[in-house]
Protein backbone atom coordinates (compact mmCIF):
# COMPACT_ATOMS: atom_id res chain seq x y z
CA UNK A 1 0.00 0.00 0.00
CA UNK A 2 1.10 3.27 -1.20
CA UNK A 3 2.19 5.72 1.84
CA UNK A 4 1.32 8.72 -0.03
CA UNK A 5 -2.54 10.03 -0.16
CA UNK A 6 -4.47 9.56 -3.34
CA UNK A 7 -4.04 12.95 -5.00
CA UNK A 8 -0.52 12.53 -5.47
CA UNK A 9 -1.09 8.93 -7.47
CA UNK A 10 0.44 9.77 -11.07
CA UNK A 11 -1.14 8.14 -14.42
CA UNK A 12 2.14 6.49 -15.64
CA UNK A 13 2.76 3.30 -13.89
CA UNK A 14 6.26 2.80 -12.39
CA UNK A 15 7.57 0.01 -14.97
CA UNK A 16 6.21 1.88 -17.74
CA UNK A 17 8.06 5.39 -16.46
CA UNK A 18 11.35 3.29 -15.62
CA UNK A 19 10.81 1.39 -18.65
CA UNK A 20 10.87 4.46 -21.17
CA UNK A 21 13.79 6.39 -19.16
CA UNK A 22 15.72 3.10 -19.08
CA UNK A 23 15.44 3.49 -22.93
CA UNK A 24 16.50 6.82 -23.00
CA UNK A 25 19.39 6.46 -21.16
CA UNK A 26 20.46 3.67 -23.53
CA UNK A 27 20.05 5.37 -26.81
CA UNK A 28 21.43 9.03 -25.55
CA UNK A 29 24.39 6.47 -24.29
CA UNK A 30 25.18 4.72 -27.75
CA UNK A 31 24.88 8.55 -29.71
CA UNK A 32 27.52 9.73 -27.09
CA UNK A 33 29.80 6.86 -28.26
CA UNK A 34 28.92 7.53 -31.76
CA UNK A 35 29.44 11.18 -32.19
CA UNK A 36 32.68 13.10 -32.21
CA UNK A 37 34.84 15.58 -33.47
CA UNK A 38 36.16 12.58 -35.93
CA UNK A 39 32.79 12.66 -37.27
CA UNK A 40 29.59 10.10 -36.84
CA UNK A 41 30.09 6.54 -36.44
CA UNK A 42 32.01 4.11 -34.05
CA UNK A 43 35.21 5.82 -35.26
CA UNK A 44 37.03 4.50 -38.17
CA UNK A 45 38.53 1.14 -39.06
CA UNK A 46 42.22 -0.07 -37.34
CA UNK A 47 44.10 1.39 -34.54
CA UNK A 48 42.94 5.17 -34.54
CA UNK A 49 39.25 3.93 -34.22
CA UNK A 50 39.97 1.52 -31.39
CA UNK A 51 41.66 4.75 -29.69
CA UNK A 52 39.16 7.13 -30.37
CA UNK A 53 36.53 4.72 -29.16
CA UNK A 54 38.70 3.40 -25.91
CA UNK A 55 40.27 6.24 -24.47
CA UNK A 56 38.42 9.07 -25.35
CA UNK A 57 34.83 8.50 -26.59
CA UNK A 58 34.26 5.35 -24.05
CA UNK A 59 35.54 7.17 -21.07
CA UNK A 60 33.18 10.67 -21.79
CA UNK A 61 30.11 8.32 -22.04
CA UNK A 62 30.62 6.30 -19.10
CA UNK A 63 31.26 9.40 -16.61
CA UNK A 64 28.38 11.07 -18.49
CA UNK A 65 25.90 8.81 -17.50
CA UNK A 66 27.06 7.76 -14.14
CA UNK A 67 27.46 12.29 -12.97
CA UNK A 68 24.08 12.67 -14.95
CA UNK A 69 22.43 10.19 -12.80
CA UNK A 70 24.15 11.18 -9.61
CA UNK A 71 23.06 14.58 -9.80
CA UNK A 72 19.88 13.34 -10.54
CA UNK A 73 19.73 10.52 -7.58
CA UNK A 74 21.02 13.10 -4.84
CA UNK A 75 18.87 16.35 -6.04
CA UNK A 76 15.58 13.87 -5.62
CA UNK A 77 16.84 12.45 -2.46
CA UNK A 78 17.72 15.79 -0.76
CA UNK A 79 14.33 17.73 -2.29
CA UNK A 80 12.86 14.44 -0.85
CA UNK A 81 14.26 14.86 2.64
CA UNK A 82 13.98 18.38 3.21
CA UNK A 83 10.50 18.39 1.33
CA UNK A 84 11.59 21.72 -0.46
CA UNK A 85 11.41 21.51 -4.51
CA UNK A 86 13.89 24.21 -4.76
CA UNK A 87 16.87 22.06 -2.84
CA UNK A 88 19.79 20.63 -4.76
CA UNK A 89 22.61 18.43 -4.29
CA UNK A 90 25.43 21.58 -4.17
CA UNK A 91 23.21 23.08 -0.87
CA UNK A 92 25.61 20.85 1.46
CA UNK A 93 28.79 21.91 0.45
CA UNK A 94 30.12 18.90 -1.15
CA UNK A 95 30.31 19.73 -4.30
CA UNK A 96 32.16 23.27 -3.23
CA UNK A 97 34.89 21.18 -1.32
CA UNK A 98 35.68 19.22 -3.83
CA UNK A 99 36.10 21.70 -6.09
CA UNK A 100 38.42 23.29 -3.89
CA UNK A 101 40.45 20.47 -3.49
CA UNK A 102 40.67 19.90 -7.55
CA UNK A 103 41.55 23.88 -7.39
CA UNK A 104 44.30 23.39 -4.37
CA UNK A 105 46.03 20.67 -6.43
CA UNK A 106 46.17 22.96 -9.37
CA UNK A 107 47.18 26.03 -7.47
CA UNK A 108 49.96 24.01 -5.37
CA UNK A 109 50.90 22.32 -8.88
CA UNK A 110 50.44 19.11 -7.57
CA UNK A 111 48.34 18.51 -10.96
CA UNK A 112 51.78 18.89 -13.17
CA UNK A 113 53.78 16.36 -10.98
CA UNK A 114 50.90 13.88 -10.38
CA UNK A 115 48.84 13.05 -13.18
CA UNK A 116 46.08 11.62 -10.38
CA UNK A 117 46.51 14.61 -8.13
CA UNK A 118 43.40 16.81 -9.94
CA UNK A 119 40.52 13.85 -8.94
CA UNK A 120 42.50 12.78 -5.84
CA UNK A 121 42.39 16.00 -4.61
CA UNK A 122 38.87 16.72 -5.46
CA UNK A 123 38.01 13.52 -3.51
CA UNK A 124 40.05 14.51 -0.83
CA UNK A 125 38.25 18.53 -0.44
CA UNK A 126 34.80 16.11 -0.80
CA UNK A 127 35.29 14.16 2.21
CA UNK A 128 36.96 16.98 4.25
CA UNK A 129 33.60 19.08 3.25
CA UNK A 130 30.99 15.96 4.27
CA UNK A 131 32.89 15.81 7.83
CA UNK A 132 32.91 19.70 8.20
CA UNK A 133 28.96 19.05 7.57
CA UNK A 134 28.51 16.46 9.87
CA UNK A 135 30.53 18.69 12.40
CA UNK A 136 28.82 21.33 12.02
CA UNK A 137 25.08 20.04 11.40
CA UNK A 138 25.64 17.62 15.06
CA UNK A 139 24.62 14.30 15.79
CA UNK A 140 20.53 15.66 16.75
CA UNK A 141 20.18 18.64 14.01
CA UNK A 142 17.36 18.94 11.91
CA UNK A 143 17.30 19.71 8.51
CA UNK A 144 17.48 23.43 9.29
CA UNK A 145 20.79 22.60 10.70
CA UNK A 146 21.85 20.46 7.76
CA UNK A 147 21.07 23.27 5.20
CA UNK A 148 23.24 26.10 7.80
CA UNK A 149 26.05 23.99 7.71
CA UNK A 150 26.46 22.99 3.91
CA UNK A 151 26.11 26.65 2.96
CA UNK A 152 28.93 27.71 5.53
CA UNK A 153 30.67 25.19 3.94
CA UNK A 154 29.84 25.92 0.40
CA UNK A 155 30.85 29.81 1.28
CA UNK A 156 34.26 28.62 3.28
CA UNK A 157 34.74 26.80 0.04
CA UNK A 158 33.83 29.56 -2.55
CA UNK A 159 35.62 32.00 -0.57
CA UNK A 160 38.80 29.92 -0.81
CA UNK A 161 38.75 29.47 -4.64
CA UNK A 162 38.42 32.70 -4.64
CA UNK A 163 41.65 33.45 -2.85
CA UNK A 164 43.49 30.65 -4.46
CA UNK A 165 42.80 32.59 -8.10
CA UNK A 166 43.54 35.96 -6.47
CA UNK A 167 46.99 34.61 -5.39
CA UNK A 168 47.82 32.81 -8.14
CA UNK A 169 50.68 33.72 -10.11
CA UNK A 170 50.55 31.44 -12.77
CA UNK A 171 48.62 32.60 -15.72
CA UNK A 172 48.14 29.14 -17.19
CA UNK A 173 47.01 27.78 -13.72
CA UNK A 174 44.83 30.32 -13.57
CA UNK A 175 42.85 29.23 -16.39
CA UNK A 176 42.82 25.82 -15.96
CA UNK A 177 41.54 27.19 -12.75
CA UNK A 178 38.78 28.55 -13.93
CA UNK A 179 38.01 25.89 -16.10
CA UNK A 180 37.96 23.32 -14.01
CA UNK A 181 35.12 25.27 -12.39
CA UNK A 182 33.00 25.16 -14.87
CA UNK A 183 32.58 21.67 -15.43
CA UNK A 184 34.03 19.21 -18.24
CA UNK A 185 33.26 15.65 -19.60
CA UNK A 186 36.32 16.21 -22.33
CA UNK A 187 39.66 14.70 -22.25
CA UNK A 188 38.64 12.00 -19.36
CA UNK A 189 39.97 8.49 -19.05
CA UNK A 190 39.14 5.31 -18.19
CA UNK A 191 41.29 5.91 -15.19
CA UNK A 192 39.53 8.51 -13.56
CA UNK A 193 36.51 6.40 -14.21
CA UNK A 194 37.94 3.32 -12.24
CA UNK A 195 38.89 5.43 -9.69
CA UNK A 196 35.38 7.64 -9.52
CA UNK A 197 32.94 5.08 -10.67
CA UNK A 198 32.76 2.79 -7.67
CA UNK A 199 32.19 5.85 -4.86
CA UNK A 200 29.31 6.90 -7.38
CA UNK A 201 27.84 3.43 -7.33
CA UNK A 202 28.44 3.31 -3.80
CA UNK A 203 26.57 6.70 -3.19
CA UNK A 204 23.88 5.89 -5.32
CA UNK A 205 22.97 2.36 -3.83
CA UNK A 206 22.70 4.19 -0.50
CA UNK A 207 20.56 6.57 -1.57
CA UNK A 208 18.33 4.17 -3.10
CA UNK A 209 17.23 2.93 0.46
CA UNK A 210 16.04 5.81 1.48
CA UNK A 211 13.25 5.30 -0.93
CA UNK A 212 10.52 4.02 1.82
CA UNK A 213 11.47 6.96 4.13
CA UNK A 214 11.19 9.28 2.02
CA UNK A 215 7.82 8.35 1.15
CA UNK A 216 6.65 8.19 4.73
CA UNK A 217 8.44 11.92 5.50
CA UNK A 218 5.98 13.00 2.95
CA UNK A 219 2.87 12.59 5.90
CA UNK A 220 5.00 14.51 8.51
CA UNK A 221 7.97 13.70 10.32
CA UNK A 222 5.72 12.11 13.70
CA UNK A 223 3.74 10.04 10.82
CA UNK A 224 7.21 9.09 9.94
CA UNK A 225 8.52 8.15 13.33
CA UNK A 226 5.26 6.03 14.26
CA UNK A 227 5.92 4.05 11.03
CA UNK A 228 9.55 3.36 12.08
CA UNK A 229 11.26 5.58 9.99
CA UNK A 230 14.59 6.13 11.96
CA UNK A 231 14.80 9.97 10.80
CA UNK A 232 18.25 10.08 12.16
CA UNK A 233 19.94 7.41 10.47
CA UNK A 234 17.76 8.36 7.46
CA UNK A 235 19.92 11.55 7.31
CA UNK A 236 22.99 10.50 7.25
CA UNK A 237 23.09 7.97 4.87
CA UNK A 238 21.43 11.03 2.46
CA UNK A 239 24.42 12.85 3.46
CA UNK A 240 27.21 10.52 2.97
CA UNK A 241 25.23 9.03 -0.40
CA UNK A 242 25.00 12.74 -1.71
CA UNK A 243 28.72 13.41 -0.55
CA UNK A 244 30.07 9.70 -2.49
CA UNK A 245 27.96 10.50 -5.39
CA UNK A 246 28.49 14.66 -6.16
CA UNK A 247 31.92 14.37 -4.52
CA UNK A 248 33.39 12.01 -6.50
CA UNK A 249 31.92 13.14 -9.60
CA UNK A 250 32.79 16.54 -8.77
CA UNK A 251 36.39 15.51 -8.51
CA UNK A 252 36.71 14.16 -12.16
CA UNK A 253 34.23 16.57 -13.53
CA UNK A 254 34.47 19.85 -12.23
CA UNK A 255 31.07 21.61 -10.92
CA UNK A 256 27.99 20.84 -12.75
CA UNK A 257 25.20 22.21 -11.59
CA UNK A 258 21.22 23.05 -11.44
CA UNK A 259 20.82 18.99 -13.05
CA UNK A 260 20.08 18.61 -9.12
CA UNK A 261 17.42 21.02 -9.34
CA UNK A 262 16.12 20.82 -12.86
CA UNK A 263 15.68 16.97 -13.30
CA UNK A 264 13.66 15.92 -10.09
CA UNK A 265 11.36 19.08 -10.21
CA UNK A 266 10.53 18.24 -13.79
CA UNK A 267 9.59 14.74 -13.39
CA UNK A 268 8.08 14.95 -10.00
CA UNK A 269 4.53 14.88 -11.46
CA UNK A 270 5.34 12.00 -13.69
CA UNK A 271 6.09 10.26 -10.68
CA UNK A 272 3.25 10.98 -8.94
CA UNK A 273 4.99 13.00 -6.35
CA UNK A 274 5.86 9.95 -5.06
CA UNK A 275 10.38 10.50 -3.72
CA UNK A 276 10.43 6.66 -3.40
CA UNK A 277 9.74 6.42 -7.14
CA UNK A 278 10.82 9.80 -8.29
CA UNK A 279 14.70 8.48 -7.22
CA UNK A 280 15.45 6.19 -9.91
CA UNK A 281 13.84 7.55 -12.45
CA UNK A 282 15.79 11.30 -11.93
CA UNK A 283 19.00 8.97 -11.69
CA UNK A 284 17.84 8.02 -15.58
CA UNK A 285 16.51 11.04 -16.71
CA UNK A 286 19.66 13.07 -15.40
CA UNK A 287 22.13 10.35 -16.81
CA UNK A 288 20.17 10.75 -20.64
CA UNK A 289 19.96 14.75 -20.08
CA UNK A 290 23.36 14.88 -19.25
CA UNK A 291 24.32 12.65 -22.23
CA UNK A 292 22.40 14.59 -24.33
CA UNK A 293 23.67 18.22 -23.19
CA UNK A 294 27.22 16.33 -23.69
CA UNK A 295 26.60 15.29 -27.67
CA UNK A 296 24.54 18.97 -27.98
CA UNK A 297 28.23 20.49 -27.13
CA UNK A 298 30.31 18.19 -29.40
CA UNK A 299 28.01 18.76 -32.11
CA UNK A 300 28.43 22.44 -31.92
CA UNK A 301 32.05 22.17 -30.84
CA UNK A 302 33.73 23.80 -34.25
CA UNK A 303 31.20 26.94 -33.79
CA UNK A 304 31.77 27.80 -30.59
CA UNK A 305 33.71 26.04 -27.49
CA UNK A 306 31.55 25.60 -23.95
CA UNK A 307 32.00 23.70 -20.80
CA UNK A 308 28.86 21.28 -19.77
CA UNK A 309 28.44 23.00 -17.07
CA UNK A 310 28.09 26.48 -18.35
CA UNK A 311 25.43 24.96 -20.83
CA UNK A 312 23.61 23.01 -17.33
CA UNK A 313 23.74 26.55 -15.54
CA UNK A 314 22.41 28.48 -19.27
CA UNK A 315 19.47 25.74 -19.31
CA UNK A 316 19.18 25.75 -15.33
CA UNK A 317 19.44 29.14 -14.23
CA UNK A 318 16.05 30.79 -15.74
CA UNK A 319 14.44 27.30 -14.99
CA UNK A 320 15.50 28.30 -11.45
CA UNK A 321 13.64 31.80 -11.24
CA UNK A 322 10.58 30.54 -12.99
CA UNK A 323 10.28 28.30 -10.36
CA UNK A 324 10.74 30.52 -7.51
CA UNK A 325 7.88 32.75 -8.98
CA UNK A 326 5.87 30.21 -9.47
CA UNK A 327 6.39 28.61 -5.98
CA UNK A 328 6.19 32.58 -4.80
CA UNK A 329 2.43 32.98 -6.24
CA UNK A 330 1.70 29.23 -4.73
CA UNK A 331 2.40 30.52 -1.70
CA UNK A 332 0.57 33.83 -1.77
CA UNK A 333 -2.47 34.81 0.18
Known sequence: MSL?????????????????LAAAVAAAFLLSLAVGPSGFG????????????????????????LVGASLGLAGAALQGYLRNPLAEPGLIGVSGGAALGAVLAIHLGLAQLVALALPIGGLIGAGVAMLAVVALAGASGGPVTL??????????ATALISLALNLSQNPFATVEMVFWTMGSLADRSLTQVWLAAPLMLAGMGALLLVGRALDALTLGEDAARSLGVDLVGTRWIIVAGIALCVGAGTAVTGVIGFVGLLVPHVLRPFAGHRPGLLLPASALAAAAFLLIADVGLRLAQPWVELRIGVLTALIGAPFFVWLVLKTRAELAP
Do not use: K, M, Q
Not at 42 to 65: H, M, N, V
Open 4 to 20: LPARARTDIAPPVLLGV
Open 42 to 65: FGPGGEAGALIFWEIRLPRAILGA
Open 147 to 156: ILAGLAVSGT
